[in-house]
């Protein structure tokens, strides 16, 4: 792509036209992500705008004009104004000493590109353009990845948001040797990016590139060498095609995606080991609770992969002691059958829509009444035989109360 090219493609937006007339109080810049997918043809809801005057009176401006509000992140020196309104956010900063001294600190080169608002020029003083043209991910300067280690996952976050990218062997290296700083940074920052990645349409290829040079080894040390990348990669790869989607799998892989991070403690693909899993995770930072659900419901999604349209009993009585889970379970299900080249994707449909119909059926027997046919005293036991009639019934193996009564009674005897 050209100067001039890139110069039309940004001049036909009438939005960036509409910011550029909100607020005079400064030169306006977009730049960033938002500036670099634009130049790839995607479009984009959120935009990064740097300000050479007040950030903050031009946030207030944005937002007063777009109907929004604005609010800081971070903390000063090094505040961001974020602008939230109906047609998605605004980023606002400030230049510091002087806009050259802003694009050396930029992480790639295609994300140090700026656009001067309305009509230009395009700045470009690291070779950001001929970066994107060739589809390279290229690091401006290695002391910016020092500065923040989060630059280095973003660089494999990138390859998985935008396939047509390709790091440079040289920007590999960099990205390896600073990956150690990546376990000082804050969790919460780490973990939005690999949400982030394992939704991404190329992270097959990102999870094996950040396993190869260390990345992962950096923020969970259980993937130190770690042999079955290639098999975790290509279970991610059916996930984020999962995410992609819209309905009850997408959902499910959405809540089950951050499970594939835990493999190597877990045992995969071997043998899942749930507690392990769930110890990973909330190790590499995510919260515990999400973590229990992640592990859980990919521990449920292994079981449900061994026998997904080949047992009907069995899988139903998985689908039963999955319950709310099971939609993550499945999509765990799926993406592992797939990983390994078979299709589950109609026997894993057509077993939701089972279980929604076998759920709205009331118990054969209410739970008193199993409690005292098998004289069990209040707690646990209670609930466990409950749930395992509801498994019995879900299998075939009874179909009425008189049935579920004759099934418990020899259970007693």
Same mark, same amino acid.
């Given at each position: ?30 730049? #960033? #992500? ?10 984009? +809801? ?73 009509? #230009? ?106 042999? +079955? ?49 769930? $110890? ?104 466990? $035989? ?6 019995? +019934? ?20």
């Amino acid at each position: 792509m050209t100067g001039p090219e890139a110069a039309r493609r940004l001049l036909a937006s009438s939005r960036l036209r509409r910011l550029a007339t909100i607020w005079d109080g400064g030169q306006i810049f977009l730049t #960033g #992500g938002a500036l670099r997918d634009r130049l790839l043809g995607f479009p984009t +809801h959120d935009l990064d705008l740097a300000v050479t005057g007040d950030p903050q009176a031009a946030a207030r401006a944005f937002a007063a004009a777009l109907g929004g509000h604005s609010f800081p992140l971070g903390r000063a020196p090094l505040v961001t104004w974020r602008v939230t309104g109906a047609h998605g956010s605004v980023d606002v900063w400030g230049i510091g000493e002087s806009l050259e001294r802003d694009i050396f600190r930029r992480d790639f080169t295609v994300n140090a590109l700026f656009w001067r608002l309305p009509r #230009g020029p395009l700045l470009d003083l690291v070779g950001g353009l001929a970066d994107l043209a060739a589809g390279c991910i290229r690091v401006v300067r290695h002391e910016n990845l020092l500065h923040d280690p989060l630059r280095v996952l973003r660089g494999v976050r990138l390859l998985a948001t935008h396939p047509r990218l390709r790091l440079t062997h040289e920007s590999e290296q960099q990205l390896g040797s600073a990956a150690p700083g990546l376990q000082a940074v804050a969790r919460e920052r780490v973990c939005e990016e690999l949400r982030i990645l394992l939704a991404g349409p190329g992270v097959e290829r990102a999870l094996l590139v950040a396993a190869r040079i260390g990345i992962l080894a950096a923020i969970l040390p259980t993937w130190d060498g770690y042999t +079955h990348a290639g098999t975790v990669a290509r279970l991610a790869a059916g996930l984020a095609g999962a995410q992609a989607g819209t309905g009850a799998l997408a959902r499910g892989a959405r809540e089950v995606a951050p499970a594939v991070l835990a493999s190597p403690a877990a045992g995969f693909p071997e043998r899942w080991e749930q507690t392990a899993a769930s $110890a990973a995770l909330a190790k590499g930072g995510w919260p515990p609770r999400a973590a229990q659900h992640a592990a859980g419901a990919a521990s449920l999604g292994e079981g449900l992969a061994a026998v997904l349209g080949r047992d009907t009993g069995e899988e139903r009585a998985l689908a039963v002691r999955a319950g709310e889970q099971l939609e993550a379970a499945l999509a765990w299900a799926v993406a592992r059958r797939g990983a390994a080249g078979s299709e589950a994707g109609a026997p894993a449909t057509r077993l939701l829509r089972w279980w929604r119909g076998f759920a709205a059926v009331p118990p054969l027997l209410p739970g008193d009444e199993i409690a005292d046919l098998l004289r069990l005293p209040p707690g646990p036991a209670r609930s466990e $035989a409950v749930q395992a009639l509801r498994e019995a +019934h879900a299998r075939g193996e009874v179909r009425t109360p008189a049935q579920a009564r004759r099934l418990l009674l020899r259970a007693v005897r």
